[in-house]
Protein backbone atom coordinates (compact mmCIF):
# COMPACT_ATOMS: atom_id res chain seq x y z
CA UNK A 1 0.00 0.00 0.00
CA UNK A 2 1.03 3.41 -1.15
CA UNK A 3 0.19 7.05 0.31
CA UNK A 4 1.45 9.84 -1.81
CA UNK A 5 1.44 13.44 -0.82
CA UNK A 6 2.32 16.13 -3.78
CA UNK A 7 3.74 19.49 -2.70
CA UNK A 8 4.90 22.15 -5.03
CA UNK A 9 2.00 24.13 -6.41
CA UNK A 10 1.18 27.83 -6.13
CA UNK A 11 0.23 30.92 -7.95
CA UNK A 12 2.68 31.70 -10.75
CA UNK A 13 2.40 33.90 -14.06
CA UNK A 14 2.36 32.94 -17.47
CA UNK A 15 5.12 31.57 -18.84
CA UNK A 16 6.72 30.40 -15.19
CA UNK A 17 8.09 26.96 -14.09
CA UNK A 18 7.69 24.87 -11.29
CA UNK A 19 8.34 21.53 -10.23
CA UNK A 20 6.13 19.42 -8.44
CA UNK A 21 6.90 16.69 -6.19
CA UNK A 22 5.17 13.27 -5.04
CA UNK A 23 6.16 11.92 -1.72
CA UNK A 24 5.28 8.22 -1.87
CA UNK A 25 5.68 6.10 1.72
CA UNK A 26 5.41 2.80 1.67
CA UNK A 27 6.83 -0.76 0.38
CA UNK A 28 8.37 -1.43 -3.30
CA UNK A 29 7.93 2.16 -4.91
CA UNK A 30 10.01 0.87 -7.63
CA UNK A 31 7.36 -1.33 -8.27
CA UNK A 32 4.97 1.34 -8.96
CA UNK A 33 4.30 2.90 -12.35
CA UNK A 34 3.09 6.96 -11.44
CA UNK A 35 0.81 9.68 -13.31
CA UNK A 36 0.10 12.78 -12.86
CA UNK A 37 -3.04 14.08 -13.48
CA UNK A 38 -5.06 17.41 -12.99
CA UNK A 39 -8.68 18.40 -12.75
CA UNK A 40 -9.49 22.50 -13.32
CA UNK A 41 -12.91 23.47 -12.14
CA UNK A 42 -15.78 22.39 -14.10
CA UNK A 43 -13.51 19.80 -15.83
CA UNK A 44 -12.99 16.53 -16.02
CA UNK A 45 -10.22 14.71 -15.04
CA UNK A 46 -6.99 14.51 -17.21
CA UNK A 47 -3.83 12.65 -17.90
CA UNK A 48 -1.11 15.10 -17.82
CA UNK A 49 2.04 12.36 -17.42
CA UNK A 50 2.95 9.15 -16.50
CA UNK A 51 6.11 6.52 -16.34
CA UNK A 52 6.53 2.91 -15.83
CA UNK A 53 7.08 1.14 -12.78
CA UNK A 54 10.27 0.03 -15.38
CA UNK A 55 11.46 3.67 -15.88
CA UNK A 56 11.99 2.83 -19.41
CA UNK A 57 9.75 5.28 -21.06
CA UNK A 58 7.29 8.74 -20.50
CA UNK A 59 3.88 9.65 -21.70
CA UNK A 60 2.11 12.86 -22.04
CA UNK A 61 -1.09 14.08 -22.83
CA UNK A 62 -1.55 15.95 -25.87
CA UNK A 63 -1.63 19.10 -24.66
CA UNK A 64 2.19 19.21 -22.89
CA UNK A 65 3.77 20.27 -26.58
CA UNK A 66 7.33 19.16 -24.41
CA UNK A 67 6.66 21.82 -21.86
CA UNK A 68 6.44 19.23 -18.88
CA UNK A 69 8.84 16.37 -17.85
CA UNK A 70 7.55 13.69 -15.18
CA UNK A 71 10.66 11.68 -13.46
CA UNK A 72 10.90 8.79 -10.70
CA UNK A 73 13.31 8.44 -8.16
CA UNK A 74 13.12 4.49 -6.67
CA UNK A 75 16.16 5.58 -3.82
CA UNK A 76 14.09 8.52 -2.55
CA UNK A 77 10.32 7.18 -3.35
CA UNK A 78 9.85 10.34 -4.91
CA UNK A 79 7.97 11.35 -7.97
CA UNK A 80 8.52 14.58 -10.22
CA UNK A 81 6.44 16.48 -12.62
CA UNK A 82 8.20 19.44 -14.16
CA UNK A 83 6.38 22.07 -15.79
CA UNK A 84 7.27 25.14 -17.36
CA UNK A 85 6.09 27.69 -20.07
CA UNK A 86 2.92 27.15 -17.77
CA UNK A 87 -0.32 28.66 -19.12
CA UNK A 88 -3.64 30.04 -17.57
CA UNK A 89 -5.02 26.90 -19.63
CA UNK A 90 -2.22 25.06 -16.98
CA UNK A 91 -4.60 26.30 -13.52
CA UNK A 92 -6.08 23.17 -12.08
CA UNK A 93 -5.58 20.59 -9.19
CA UNK A 94 -2.72 18.08 -10.32
CA UNK A 95 -2.52 14.45 -8.68
CA UNK A 96 0.09 12.19 -8.61
CA UNK A 97 -1.04 8.39 -8.81
CA UNK A 98 0.37 5.33 -8.72
CA UNK A 99 -0.24 1.65 -9.98
CA UNK A 100 1.23 -1.59 -9.06
CA UNK A 101 3.60 -2.65 -12.06
CA UNK A 102 1.39 -0.07 -14.30
CA UNK A 103 2.92 0.92 -17.44
CA UNK A 104 1.96 4.90 -17.02
CA UNK A 105 -0.52 5.24 -19.27
CA UNK A 106 -3.07 7.54 -19.01
CA UNK A 107 -5.95 5.28 -19.40
CA UNK A 108 -4.42 2.32 -16.36
CA UNK A 109 -6.49 2.25 -13.52
CA UNK A 110 -4.62 3.66 -10.76
CA UNK A 111 -4.23 1.93 -7.37
CA UNK A 112 -3.44 5.29 -5.04
CA UNK A 113 -4.33 8.83 -5.57
CA UNK A 114 -2.81 12.06 -3.53
CA UNK A 115 -4.59 14.96 -2.74
CA UNK A 116 -4.00 16.80 -5.05
CA UNK A 117 -1.91 20.37 -5.07
CA UNK A 118 -3.53 23.46 -6.76
CA UNK A 119 -1.32 25.27 -9.73
CA UNK A 120 -2.82 28.37 -10.73
CA UNK A 121 -1.13 30.68 -13.49
CA UNK A 122 -2.17 34.11 -14.05
CA UNK A 123 -2.11 35.98 -17.78
Known amino acids: QLQLVESGGGLVQAGASLRLSCAAS????????MGWFRQAPGKEREFVAG????????YYGDFVKGRFTISKENTKNMAYLQLSGLKPEDTAVYFCAAEYYGQGRGGDEYDYWGQGTQITVSS
Open 51 to 58: IPWHNSTT
Open 26 to 33: GKWFENYG
